[in-house]
């Protein structure tokens, strides 16, 4: 009884990749120096911070690591907003601007009264998340 081997042709042509839309956000990362707040839940609990920079188009969350999953999903609001703002045409200190307007101590998290800082890097904001 022979035995056949079916063997999968290889693709010869080269695979075309298409580049898909993704939307529209600031740059992730600056080495110059940034502003930023700081986010926590109804008990003050600080969650994370909203850090931005004009010269570089640059803003983003940064999660508290203590701050647990809790801190993790609330990032994902304040990224929604950041974005928003970006395809808006908004200015990363505009958009930061916003979302201190739009702040609320009774939602599941807040902007912290009188946090707006600056920071010499986004280095710093990290090592603020990661040891606070």
């Not at 529209?24 to 930023?36: E, G, I, L, M, N």
């Not at 983003?60 to 045409?89: I, Q």
């Amino acid at each position: 009884m022979s035995q056949e081997r079916h063997v999968t042709p290889r693709i010869a042509e080269p695979l075309q990749f298409e580049e898909v839309a993704s939307p529209p956000h600031y740059a992730r990362s600056t080495d110059k120096p940034v502003q930023f707040v700081t986010v926590a839940n109804p008990q003050g609990t600080v969650l994370g911070y909203v850090w931005v920079n004009d010269e570089d188009g640059a803003a983003g969350w940064k999660t508290r690591r203590a701050g647990g999953d809790e801190a993790f999903n609330c990032g994902a609001l304040y990224v929604s907003k950041l974005r928003d703002a970006k395809a808006r045409g908004l200015s990363p200190t505009a958009a930061l601007a916003e979302i201190l307007r739009d702040t609320d101590p009774a939602n599941p998290s807040h902007v912290i009264p009188r946090s707006l800082r600056e920071a010499p890097s986004l280095e710093t904001v990290k090592d603020l998340a990661a040891r606070s």
